[in-house]
Protein backbone atom coordinates (compact mmCIF):
# COMPACT_ATOMS: atom_id res chain seq x y z
CA UNK A 1 0.00 0.00 0.00
CA UNK A 2 1.72 3.46 -1.13
CA UNK A 3 2.07 6.53 1.44
CA UNK A 4 -0.90 8.44 -0.25
CA UNK A 5 -3.37 5.29 0.23
CA UNK A 6 -2.33 5.20 3.80
CA UNK A 7 -2.53 8.80 4.43
CA UNK A 8 -6.02 8.49 2.36
CA UNK A 9 -7.40 6.32 4.67
CA UNK A 10 -6.11 8.19 7.89
CA UNK A 11 -7.68 11.10 6.87
CA UNK A 12 -11.46 9.26 5.62
CA UNK A 13 -10.83 7.77 9.52
CA UNK A 14 -10.16 10.78 11.45
CA UNK A 15 -12.84 12.86 9.47
CA UNK A 16 -15.43 9.62 10.57
CA UNK A 17 -14.52 10.45 13.89
CA UNK A 18 -14.62 13.58 13.78
CA UNK A 19 -18.44 13.36 12.48
CA UNK A 20 -19.08 10.68 15.02
CA UNK A 21 -17.65 12.47 18.05
CA UNK A 22 -20.14 14.69 18.51
CA UNK A 23 -23.74 12.52 18.87
CA UNK A 24 -21.23 9.78 20.79
CA UNK A 25 -20.90 13.19 23.44
CA UNK A 26 -24.51 13.99 23.37
CA UNK A 27 -25.06 10.49 24.14
CA UNK A 28 -22.27 10.18 26.91
CA UNK A 29 -24.25 13.48 28.30
CA UNK A 30 -27.20 12.27 28.19
CA UNK A 31 -26.10 8.63 30.18
CA UNK A 32 -25.06 11.02 32.36
CA UNK A 33 -27.76 13.49 33.42
CA UNK A 34 -30.09 10.10 33.14
CA UNK A 35 -27.84 8.72 35.87
CA UNK A 36 -27.97 12.42 38.16
CA UNK A 37 -31.70 12.28 37.54
CA UNK A 38 -32.01 8.93 39.31
CA UNK A 39 -30.07 9.52 41.76
CA UNK A 40 -31.23 12.84 43.17
CA UNK A 41 -35.06 11.72 42.35
CA UNK A 42 -34.08 9.07 45.14
CA UNK A 43 -32.10 11.33 47.12
CA UNK A 44 -33.50 12.88 50.56
CA UNK A 45 -35.60 12.20 53.96
CA UNK A 46 -37.65 9.70 52.26
CA UNK A 47 -34.78 7.87 50.43
CA UNK A 48 -34.72 5.44 47.75
CA UNK A 49 -33.06 3.12 45.80
CA UNK A 50 -32.04 3.33 42.08
CA UNK A 51 -34.75 0.10 41.67
CA UNK A 52 -37.09 2.12 43.34
CA UNK A 53 -37.09 5.29 41.16
CA UNK A 54 -36.93 3.46 38.25
CA UNK A 55 -39.80 1.27 40.13
CA UNK A 56 -41.88 4.54 41.04
CA UNK A 57 -41.42 6.31 37.68
CA UNK A 58 -43.15 2.82 36.29
CA UNK A 59 -45.77 3.54 38.70
CA UNK A 60 -45.02 0.58 40.68
CA UNK A 61 -43.14 1.79 43.71
CA UNK A 62 -43.18 1.68 47.76
CA UNK A 63 -45.93 3.16 49.41
CA UNK A 64 -45.65 6.68 49.54
CA UNK A 65 -42.66 6.84 47.12
CA UNK A 66 -45.69 8.06 44.22
CA UNK A 67 -46.35 11.45 45.81
CA UNK A 68 -42.52 12.24 46.96
CA UNK A 69 -41.20 11.73 43.58
CA UNK A 70 -43.68 12.65 41.02
CA UNK A 71 -45.71 15.35 43.02
CA UNK A 72 -42.56 16.54 44.88
CA UNK A 73 -38.92 15.92 43.14
CA UNK A 74 -39.94 14.95 39.61
CA UNK A 75 -41.25 18.59 38.63
CA UNK A 76 -38.03 20.76 40.33
CA UNK A 77 -35.75 18.00 38.11
CA UNK A 78 -37.59 18.66 35.00
CA UNK A 79 -37.58 21.82 35.37
CA UNK A 80 -33.78 22.18 36.13
CA UNK A 81 -33.76 20.63 33.18
CA UNK A 82 -35.18 22.46 30.84
CA UNK A 83 -33.52 25.79 32.68
CA UNK A 84 -30.52 24.96 32.08
CA UNK A 85 -30.77 23.56 28.50
CA UNK A 86 -32.61 26.98 27.55
CA UNK A 87 -29.39 28.51 29.60
CA UNK A 88 -26.80 26.09 27.69
CA UNK A 89 -28.44 26.97 24.46
CA UNK A 90 -28.27 30.56 24.75
CA UNK A 91 -24.98 30.87 25.99
CA UNK A 92 -23.94 28.75 22.97
CA UNK A 93 -25.46 31.68 20.59
CA UNK A 94 -23.75 34.69 22.24
CA UNK A 95 -20.00 33.34 22.45
CA UNK A 96 -20.56 31.87 19.15
CA UNK A 97 -22.06 35.56 17.46
CA UNK A 98 -19.02 37.28 20.23
CA UNK A 99 -16.46 34.63 19.30
CA UNK A 100 -14.95 35.17 23.02
CA UNK A 101 -16.12 32.76 26.04
CA UNK A 102 -16.92 35.64 27.65
CA UNK A 103 -19.86 36.01 25.98
CA UNK A 104 -22.52 34.62 27.50
CA UNK A 105 -26.32 36.33 29.40
CA UNK A 106 -24.75 36.76 32.43
CA UNK A 107 -21.76 38.65 31.49
CA UNK A 108 -23.50 40.77 28.99
CA UNK A 109 -26.31 41.85 30.71
CA UNK A 110 -28.70 40.46 29.73
CA UNK A 111 -29.53 37.98 32.72
CA UNK A 112 -29.46 41.04 34.51
CA UNK A 113 -31.93 42.83 32.61
CA UNK A 114 -33.95 40.01 33.15
CA UNK A 115 -33.46 40.24 37.22
CA UNK A 116 -34.44 44.13 36.99
CA UNK A 117 -37.92 43.39 34.86
CA UNK A 118 -38.70 40.09 37.79
CA UNK A 119 -37.38 42.88 40.45
CA UNK A 120 -39.21 45.59 39.17
CA UNK A 121 -42.67 43.67 38.90
CA UNK A 122 -42.18 41.83 42.35
CA UNK A 123 -42.08 45.32 43.85
CA UNK A 124 -44.65 47.09 42.58
CA UNK A 125 -46.71 44.31 41.34
CA UNK A 126 -47.16 41.88 43.83
CA UNK A 127 -45.29 39.45 42.19
CA UNK A 128 -47.24 36.42 40.98
CA UNK A 129 -46.00 33.92 38.68
CA UNK A 130 -47.24 35.38 35.87
CA UNK A 131 -46.67 38.88 36.02
CA UNK A 132 -42.97 38.01 37.04
CA UNK A 133 -42.49 36.05 34.00
CA UNK A 134 -43.76 39.02 32.02
CA UNK A 135 -41.85 41.57 33.84
CA UNK A 136 -38.50 39.16 33.32
CA UNK A 137 -39.21 38.30 29.66
CA UNK A 138 -39.36 42.48 28.51
CA UNK A 139 -36.81 43.56 30.75
CA UNK A 140 -34.24 41.28 29.09
CA UNK A 141 -35.33 42.03 25.88
CA UNK A 142 -35.25 45.74 26.90
CA UNK A 143 -31.78 45.65 28.06
CA UNK A 144 -30.79 43.58 24.89
CA UNK A 145 -32.21 46.10 22.35
CA UNK A 146 -30.76 48.88 24.42
CA UNK A 147 -27.05 46.99 24.37
CA UNK A 148 -27.39 45.84 20.87
CA UNK A 149 -28.31 49.77 19.80
CA UNK A 150 -25.40 50.77 21.44
CA UNK A 151 -23.00 48.74 20.27
CA UNK A 152 -23.92 49.74 16.70
CA UNK A 153 -23.19 52.95 17.58
CA UNK A 154 -20.51 54.33 15.07
CA UNK A 155 -20.03 51.57 13.15
CA UNK A 156 -23.32 50.35 12.08
CA UNK A 157 -22.58 46.83 13.31
CA UNK A 158 -22.52 44.99 16.46
CA UNK A 159 -19.53 43.34 16.65
CA UNK A 160 -17.93 40.32 19.36
CA UNK A 161 -15.72 43.09 21.37
CA UNK A 162 -18.57 46.34 21.29
CA UNK A 163 -21.31 43.75 22.40
CA UNK A 164 -19.47 42.46 25.82
CA UNK A 165 -17.90 46.05 26.24
CA UNK A 166 -21.27 47.19 25.69
CA UNK A 167 -22.98 44.78 27.97
CA UNK A 168 -20.91 44.66 31.18
CA UNK A 169 -21.56 48.61 31.44
CA UNK A 170 -25.25 47.60 30.95
CA UNK A 171 -24.73 44.91 33.51
CA UNK A 172 -23.27 47.47 36.11
CA UNK A 173 -25.83 50.27 35.89
CA UNK A 174 -29.04 47.32 36.06
CA UNK A 175 -27.02 46.11 39.27
CA UNK A 176 -27.04 49.49 41.09
CA UNK A 177 -30.87 50.01 39.82
CA UNK A 178 -31.62 46.71 41.60
CA UNK A 179 -29.46 47.22 44.43
CA UNK A 180 -31.82 51.02 44.68
CA UNK A 181 -35.13 49.54 43.94
CA UNK A 182 -34.33 46.62 47.03
CA UNK A 183 -33.23 49.65 49.30
CA UNK A 184 -36.07 51.33 48.55
CA UNK A 185 -39.05 48.59 48.94
CA UNK A 186 -40.29 47.27 52.36
CA UNK A 187 -39.31 44.61 53.79
CA UNK A 188 -41.26 41.55 52.93
CA UNK A 189 -40.78 42.85 49.28
CA UNK A 190 -37.57 43.09 49.84
CA UNK A 191 -36.91 39.66 51.17
CA UNK A 192 -38.67 37.75 48.81
CA UNK A 193 -37.31 39.61 45.70
CA UNK A 194 -33.85 39.15 47.15
CA UNK A 195 -34.44 35.59 47.31
CA UNK A 196 -35.51 35.44 44.12
CA UNK A 197 -32.42 37.19 43.05
CA UNK A 198 -29.98 34.50 44.02
CA UNK A 199 -31.93 31.71 41.66
CA UNK A 200 -33.38 29.25 43.04
CA UNK A 201 -35.74 25.68 42.21
CA UNK A 202 -37.03 25.33 45.59
CA UNK A 203 -40.87 24.99 45.36
CA UNK A 204 -40.91 24.40 41.91
CA UNK A 205 -43.98 22.37 40.58
CA UNK A 206 -45.85 21.31 37.46
CA UNK A 207 -47.43 24.79 37.09
CA UNK A 208 -43.78 26.11 36.57
CA UNK A 209 -42.90 23.13 34.38
CA UNK A 210 -45.38 23.30 32.19
CA UNK A 211 -45.65 26.81 30.56
CA UNK A 212 -41.92 26.95 30.98
CA UNK A 213 -41.95 23.98 28.48
CA UNK A 214 -44.78 25.74 26.12
CA UNK A 215 -42.14 28.87 25.79
CA UNK A 216 -38.98 26.42 25.31
CA UNK A 217 -40.07 24.09 22.60
CA UNK A 218 -40.84 27.23 20.28
CA UNK A 219 -37.65 29.23 20.80
CA UNK A 220 -35.42 25.67 20.56
CA UNK A 221 -37.00 24.60 16.95
CA UNK A 222 -36.02 28.18 16.22
CA UNK A 223 -33.05 27.87 17.04
CA UNK A 224 -31.92 24.84 15.79
CA UNK A 225 -33.64 26.32 12.50
CA UNK A 226 -31.15 28.90 12.63
CA UNK A 227 -28.30 27.19 13.67
CA UNK A 228 -26.98 26.81 9.82
CA UNK A 229 -26.49 30.51 9.84
CA UNK A 230 -25.07 30.69 12.94
CA UNK A 231 -22.46 28.35 12.16
CA UNK A 232 -21.45 30.33 8.92
CA UNK A 233 -21.50 33.63 10.56
CA UNK A 234 -18.69 32.40 12.72
CA UNK A 235 -16.56 32.82 9.95
CA UNK A 236 -16.92 35.87 9.74
CA UNK A 237 -19.24 38.25 8.32
CA UNK A 238 -17.75 39.03 4.91
CA UNK A 239 -17.51 35.03 4.58
CA UNK A 240 -20.97 34.94 5.76
CA UNK A 241 -22.24 37.22 3.28
CA UNK A 242 -20.41 35.99 0.54
CA UNK A 243 -22.13 32.75 1.49
CA UNK A 244 -25.56 34.29 1.06
CA UNK A 245 -26.53 34.73 4.91
CA UNK A 246 -27.73 37.71 5.35
CA UNK A 247 -25.98 38.58 8.13
CA UNK A 248 -27.73 41.31 10.19
CA UNK A 249 -30.93 39.61 9.60
CA UNK A 250 -30.00 36.54 11.12
CA UNK A 251 -27.76 38.24 14.02
CA UNK A 252 -30.97 39.80 15.39
CA UNK A 253 -33.03 36.85 14.69
CA UNK A 254 -30.78 34.61 16.78
CA UNK A 255 -30.20 36.89 19.24
CA UNK A 256 -33.88 37.57 19.98
CA UNK A 257 -34.42 33.84 20.18
CA UNK A 258 -31.20 33.91 22.74
CA UNK A 259 -32.43 36.28 24.69
CA UNK A 260 -36.16 34.85 24.71
CA UNK A 261 -34.67 31.67 26.05
CA UNK A 262 -32.38 33.35 28.55
CA UNK A 263 -35.63 35.64 29.76
CA UNK A 264 -37.89 32.56 29.92
CA UNK A 265 -35.01 30.89 32.65
CA UNK A 266 -35.10 33.78 34.29
CA UNK A 267 -38.69 33.70 34.86
CA UNK A 268 -38.85 30.30 36.06
CA UNK A 269 -35.67 30.21 38.53
CA UNK A 270 -34.49 33.94 38.94
CA UNK A 271 -30.71 34.62 37.69
CA UNK A 272 -29.34 31.46 37.69
CA UNK A 273 -25.51 32.26 37.58
CA UNK A 274 -22.93 31.20 35.04
CA UNK A 275 -24.59 28.29 33.62
CA UNK A 276 -24.35 30.18 30.27
CA UNK A 277 -21.20 30.57 30.12
CA UNK A 278 -19.73 27.13 31.71
CA UNK A 279 -22.07 24.92 29.47
CA UNK A 280 -20.89 25.75 25.98
CA UNK A 281 -17.13 24.90 27.07
CA UNK A 282 -17.91 22.03 27.98
CA UNK A 283 -19.82 20.57 25.25
CA UNK A 284 -16.95 21.81 23.18
CA UNK A 285 -14.58 20.21 25.35
CA UNK A 286 -16.13 16.85 24.31
CA UNK A 287 -17.45 17.27 21.15
CA UNK A 288 -13.70 18.43 19.87
CA UNK A 289 -16.18 20.13 17.54
CA UNK A 290 -16.44 23.70 15.93
CA UNK A 291 -19.44 25.74 15.69
CA UNK A 292 -21.86 26.46 18.19
CA UNK A 293 -22.63 23.28 19.56
CA UNK A 294 -26.46 23.72 20.77
CA UNK A 295 -27.73 20.87 21.38
CA UNK A 296 -24.96 19.34 23.18
CA UNK A 297 -24.78 22.71 25.14
CA UNK A 298 -28.16 22.61 26.05
CA UNK A 299 -27.47 18.72 27.56
CA UNK A 300 -24.55 20.35 29.46
CA UNK A 301 -26.61 23.15 30.80
CA UNK A 302 -29.20 20.44 32.02
CA UNK A 303 -26.24 18.32 33.69
CA UNK A 304 -24.71 21.36 35.39
CA UNK A 305 -27.79 22.51 36.72
CA UNK A 306 -29.36 19.29 37.99
CA UNK A 307 -25.65 18.75 39.67
CA UNK A 308 -25.45 21.70 41.53
CA UNK A 309 -28.63 21.78 42.54
CA UNK A 310 -28.46 18.30 44.24
CA UNK A 311 -25.23 20.10 45.61
CA UNK A 312 -27.16 22.14 46.90
CA UNK A 313 -29.58 20.19 48.38
CA UNK A 314 -26.99 18.10 50.45
CA UNK A 315 -23.75 19.88 50.99
CA UNK A 316 -25.60 21.81 54.06
CA UNK A 317 -27.76 19.31 54.30
CA UNK A 318 -31.14 19.47 56.41
CA UNK A 319 -30.44 23.18 54.97
CA UNK A 320 -31.28 23.55 51.45
CA UNK A 321 -29.48 25.97 49.50
CA UNK A 322 -30.64 28.17 46.59
CA UNK A 323 -29.21 26.42 43.44
CA UNK A 324 -27.83 30.12 42.17
CA UNK A 325 -25.16 29.90 45.32
CA UNK A 326 -23.56 26.81 44.26
CA UNK A 327 -23.66 27.72 40.30
CA UNK A 328 -21.98 31.05 41.74
CA UNK A 329 -19.27 29.20 43.43
CA UNK A 330 -18.45 26.60 41.06
CA UNK A 331 -18.82 28.97 37.90
CA UNK A 332 -16.52 32.30 39.63
CA UNK A 333 -13.53 29.46 39.93
CA UNK A 334 -14.21 28.47 35.90
CA UNK A 335 -14.39 32.65 35.26
CA UNK A 336 -10.86 33.07 37.33
CA UNK A 337 -9.52 29.94 35.35
CA UNK A 338 -10.59 31.00 32.15
CA UNK A 339 -9.02 34.74 32.31
CA UNK A 340 -5.97 33.31 33.81
CA UNK A 341 -5.07 31.27 31.52
CA UNK A 342 -5.96 34.15 28.62
CA UNK A 343 -3.65 36.02 30.78
CA UNK A 344 -0.91 33.28 30.48
CA UNK A 345 -1.21 32.99 26.51
CA UNK A 346 -1.39 36.51 26.05
CA UNK A 347 2.13 37.01 27.78
CA UNK A 348 3.73 34.77 26.07
Do not use: K
Request: net charge positive; proline share 5%; with cysteine.
Amino acid sequence: MTAVAVAGRMWRMWRLRFRTRGPLAGLLLLAALGCVAVYALGTGDFGLTPREVIDTLNGAGPPGAQFVVLELRLPRLLVGCAVGAALGMAGAVFQTLTRNPLGSPDVVGFTVGSASGGILVILVFGGSTLTIATGAVGGGLATALAVYLLAMRGTGAAQGTQLILVGIGMSAMLEALNAYLLSRASVNAAQSASAWLVGSLNARGWEHFVPLTAALLPLGLLLVLLVDDLRIMELGDDTARALGVRVRRARLAVMAVAVGLTAVATATAGPVAFIALTAPPLARFLTRSPGPNVLASALAGALLLTVSDLLAQRVLAPTILPVGVMTGAVGGVYLCFLLFRRSRVTSY
